[in-house]
């Protein structure tokens, strides 16, 4: 840098690159806080060279020297209004303020009732997108994916049956055991079969198969949907003309309303006879009691409890799928919604479930 005929004009000369940053920084410092600075002279320039002119200058200045220095090529001009402009941003950044921890803590909660506010109103969009496939296919038998329906009733059915009919049946003798325990002081232990058999039926049944399909079934529809995202084989069903909803939705929806109602009357059944045989063995119960006991149970106990299932399944079954859609791409990101659609469809199912205990309470069914 120098001075132009004596006056206080300066000139900037030679390279104004980044393999002289050291050199042009001592300049810049000795120079610092001048109005005006002439560029004619300046060979070459990169962003390092533009980030010392605008220190020496101020951004506003440089970028009013940009606008009016004719000397300058439109290249340059560019390259200085680009620097000026990233120079602003960076002046512009929001500072973090001081916060407190209940700020914190109020922040947080916001931050989750919003989130489940918008995961709400997207499983509400997903669950109509749905109804509106299964309305347009239900017309058109051609389309129905008949083979991928019976391989996914083999997979949440079939193979779900001995873990839910083996864990309802140990359920079956805890909650007779129980029974057993808390009555015997009344006297009334006998009524240990009538505790069995309306739990299980009006609600241990079907809450027990739903919870055992939620975890097992949900999850591996998040993550086969979810894999199939991250290998682009959704993208491929799409270019091919293919409605991803139509082919891996409804076949997993249809396959667990079927599958979980005849889960929940397996897990009801074993149930029943674990309790049943806790009451034989343990409280010398007749067989021939029990099984009157089990057969005068109302009809609308069982109805009360079967007609859950079907809206279970396909709570769970859209939740499970929704999930494998919202996988963005990674295989951390596989194991992130895998988690998520467990635990939605496990909350879910026993909040309906309560819902569904307080409704028929009132009604008196």
């Given at each position: ?19 002289h940053?050291?050199t042009?920084c001592r300049?810049?410092?000795r ?12 060979q ?25 220095d ?8 560019a ?147 979810g ?6 084989e ?14 891996l ?5 249809l396959?667990?309303?079927i ?18 045989l806790?009451?034989?063995?343990s ?83």
């Open positions: 840098m120098q001075r132009v005929d004596g006056e206080e004009r300066l000139a900037a000369a030679g390279d104004w690159t980044l393999a940053y050291a042009l300049e810049v410092e120079w610092r806080g001048a109005e005006t600075l002439e560029l004619a002279q300046v070459r320039l990169d962003t390092a060279g533009v980030v010392l002119l605008a220190r020496l200058l101020g951004v506003a200045q440089l970028r009013a020297l940009a606008a009016s004719t000397s300058l090529s439109d290249e340059r001009r390259l200085l209004r680009m620097v000026c402009d990233a120079l602003d941003k960076a002046e512009q950044q929001p500072v973090r303020q001081q916060t407190t921890l209940l700020g914190d803590g109020l922040a947080g909660i916001g931050q989750a009732v919003q989130l489940n506010l918008q995961n709400l109103v997207g499983l509400l969009g997903f669950i109509g997108l749905t109804l509106t496939v299964a309305a347009r296919v239900a017309l058109r038998p051609g389309r129905w994916r008949v083979n991928a329906l019976m391989s996914q009733i083999q997979n949440t059915g079939l193979n779900a049956l001995p873990i839910v009919a083996l864990l309802t049946f140990m359920i079956g003798a805890v909650v007779a055991f129980l029974g057993a325990t808390v009555l015997d002081a009344f006297g009334a232990s006998v009524y240990t079969v009538d505790l069995v058999a309306y739990s299980f039926m009006r609600e241990f049944g079907v809450l027990l198969a739903a919870i055992l399909v939620a975890g097992r079934t949900a999850s591996a529809f998040t993550a086969q949907i894999s199939m995202k991250v290998n682009e959704i993208d491929a069903l799409r270019v091919q003309g293919f409605d991803p909803a139509e082919w939705v409804l076949p997993r929806v396959a667990l309303l599958t979980l109602p005849l889960l929940a009357f397996v897990g009801l059944l074993s149930g029943l006879v674990g309790g049943g806790v009451a034989l063995l409280l010398e119960i007749p067989l021939g009691r029990i099984m009157a006991i089990y057969r005068d149970v109302p009809l609308q106990h069982f109805l009360v409890g079967m007609g859950k299932a079907p809206v279970f399944a396909f709570l769970i079954a859209v939740i499970g799928c929704r999930e494998g859609f919202r996988v963005s791409g990674s295989a951390e990101s596989v194991g992130q919604h895998t988690t998520s659609s467990v635990v939605q469809s496990i909350f879910v199912v026993i909040l309906v479930d309560a819902l569904a205990a307080l409704f028929f309470m009132e009604m008196g069914w």
